[in-house]
């Protein structure tokens, strides 16, 4: 079994680097506080004897060597959006750790290696797209088009992995016999249900778009209503009409403005310019591109009533990805061996494990997330969910490790 | 009659302060390229041999001696928007130069000293109120409040004058016999009628407010629409909820929410806060009032409909302001005499002339905005048009001075 103190301890320590000042972390990637938290988790690698791969895009593999080629890899992301908490992401790495420490206790050299992997760039808020460090690993992404991405600071991705000197030279585990991710739910269904574990079956469809509305700008006070080319107005109008888009489609298909920038964003000038962003979201990909199509009448409709052009690209767009189904079966058996309750359900966020899907048996394990919350520095599980969910890792991990 | 070459130069010399790559003038109140301005105004000055005064909250007089005390004054400003043209405000000081120059070649003392006076920050775009300098002037505001004002990019006034050493230690002329400005339109009106010169009658009456939505940051992957506190949809339906006012309440009633700060600005965060600028204007006070009455009700349909909390606070409330109709006729007489079309209107800007108006005799001159635009790069004027306007200023004050 796992070692509470000793795991609690390794995520505030972790949690120090980006700290708020009101609580929660802000560890944008790639950011200096991101290169804190990665000189943390390489410490903590070391502590433990792993060995330490740095790839190009700056994935951190930590690994416990074993017999064979094929590794058993646990892993998740270390960097935060800017109003995070401890757990998002830095749940699954550091808990692989322990998973680590647990065998290195026991002096238990595995016929799989066992890896910790901590990718680069999960949450997208910096890069888009989101889980672009696993998707470069996969291959399903070129490692140099990653480096030419703008970040919504205007910054280069390329340029700030070599900044904080994360541009690594080595490469990953290839062969990959099982990955298992332990990760907070981030929503409200298993508190909700009274349950101790997710089994999760997969991820929904996610699709972002960046919407740039070009209007004019004008006097505030002389420009009639109907002169103006207000891009501010068409950007509320868009917003509005994804709000009913989701009334009308009900509670599966999701969608957020979170971004918005107006140009010059003054007071007494009508905005000439606003860049927005359009995050839809959707377990099935045939509804989520129904919701695609929303927008872009939605788009349409902006242009002809305020008298702007609206253009777009597309940020990021994955389709749901269902988990290995023999691998989430072993999960759910194994859970129910230990006692825990639990539930089958989807991911409603994005995580690393459905990058490594397409090319390695996947599965994901949640643990609650109290009132659901997540991306908010309120963000809290529970220590006996977080031993829970660990204890289980432990038992999975060691299960297809093969000791 | 004025020069015209001389009085282009001029305006183009100035408009070389804070000059965009692209055409057009960011000279926002106290900025460096506001300081350009600034020497460069007060290097005109100096060519003229006027008497250079700065007031504690930064206005630059340039005094044309006389026999009495009491002055004809002209003014504007020299600040603009961030998007701005040459002739929003430079314009009327610039006249008021030329108006001195041509004084000056004929050898003239007139009765009354000819003052022109460049008010800081009229445009209001970096810190509000606008008008801010001519209402410290005609002592409607103390300049101690003016020097606490937190500008938008988060400056503070009074550190901003100290900094660019336009914290004057002197006094603007306290006796005005009569205030003339000339003042593009910057509207579509003159032009649609294809007329010279505007008799502006008075200005509409203008409010300001910062509306603060608070909601709570949340993923948005995982968070239900019914479980959000999502500040930025509140916010677009406060924009649409005005838009709707505005096409109920007719033509003469305008809102624009010019300027929309949402946090934490990311793809896959629910925005926890938007702070936003509302802008309303309408010539008649009781039914700006009623306009704002729509906004304080759209404030708490937000609140009730998106689960977050509306703050606000006033930016700047000004009711509608009536020009000294004495002086109106003369100008428009004068216009008459001198052959040019004209008509009476209101200003949909606010402008310097409406704080000077309560304390001394007021009007203004407009002359043609091409399309109605301002606030704009593609902002203009044709030269003939702004000879003109120069041209009746010229005449008006020199009457007023008593030569
Ligand atoms: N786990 C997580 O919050 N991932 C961020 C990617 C997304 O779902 O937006
Ligand atoms: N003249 C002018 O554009 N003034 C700015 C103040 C305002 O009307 O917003």
């Known amino acids: 079994r796992v070692n509470p103190t000793r795991l609690l301890e390794r995520i505030v320590s972790l949690g120090a680097c980006g700290a708020l000042p009101g609580g929660g972390v802000s560890r944008l990637a790639l950011t200096d506080a991101d290169a804190q938290g990665r000189a943390e988790l390489l410490r903590q690698m070391r502590e433990l004897d792993m060995e330490i791969r740095i790839d190009p895009v700056g994935n951190i593999f930590g690994i416990h060597a074993g017999v064979e080629d094929a590794v058993v890899m646990m892993g998740s992301h270390i960097d935060t959006v800017s ?8 749940l699954g790495v550091i808990a692989g750790l322990e998973v680590v420490a647990c065998l290195k206790d026991a002096g238990i050299r595995p016929r799989h290696p066992v890896v910790v992997a901590a990718f680069t760039n999960e949450e997208g808020a910096r890069y888009a797209p989101d889980m672009l460090g696993s998707l470069v690993y996969s291959g399903a992404m070129d490692v ?35 990955y298992v991710e332990l990760h907070i739910e981030q929503g409200p269904v298993l508190e909700d249900q009274g349950l101790n574990i997710g089994i999760v079956t997969g991820v929904q469809g996610i699709s972002w778009t960046e919407v740039t509305v070009e209007g004019r700008s004008a006097h505030a006070g002389t420009t009639p209503a109907r002169l103006r080319h207000d891009a501010g107005l068409a950007a509320a109008y868009i917003t509005m009409g994804l709000s009913d888009m989701v009334a009308a489609m009900g509670p599966a298909q999701l969608a957020t403005v979170g971004a918005l920038t107006l140009t010059p ?24 591109c ?40 072993t999960i759910e058996a194994t859970a129910r061996q230990m006692g825990l309750s639990c539930m089958r359900l989807y991911s ?41 969910g660990a204890n289980l890792l ?9 000791l």
């Open 144 to 178: 140099d088009d990653a480096y030419r991405i703008t970040g919504c600071d205007g910054s280069v991705l390329g340029e700030e992995l070599r900044r904080i000197g994360h541009c690594g030279m080595q490469s990953g585990p290839r062969d990959i016999h099982a």
């Open 265 to 288: 964003n003054l007071v007494n000038v009508v905005a000439s310019r606003a860049v927005m962003t359009v995050d839809l979201r959707n377990p099935d990909n045939t509804a989520l």
């Open 83 to 90: 109003t995070g908490g401890l757990y998002d992401g830095a």
């Open 394 to 402: 432990l038992r999975v991990v060691t299960d297809q490790a093969g």
């Open 290 to 329: 129904a919701a695609e199509a929303t927008l872009a009448k939605l788009m349409g409709e902006a242009e002809a009533r305020y008298g702007v052009n609206v253009s777009h690209r597309t940020l990021a767009r994955f389709e749901p990805v269902p988990f290995t189904p023999a691998l989430v079966d």
């Open 348 to 388: 409603g966020a994005g995580h690393d494990a459905q990058m490594i899907a397409p090319v390695a048996p996947a599965a994901m394990i949640f643990v609650p997330s109290v009132a659901g919350i997540s991306h908010n520095i309120r963000e809290y599980t529970h220590p006996d969910d977080i031993m829970n």
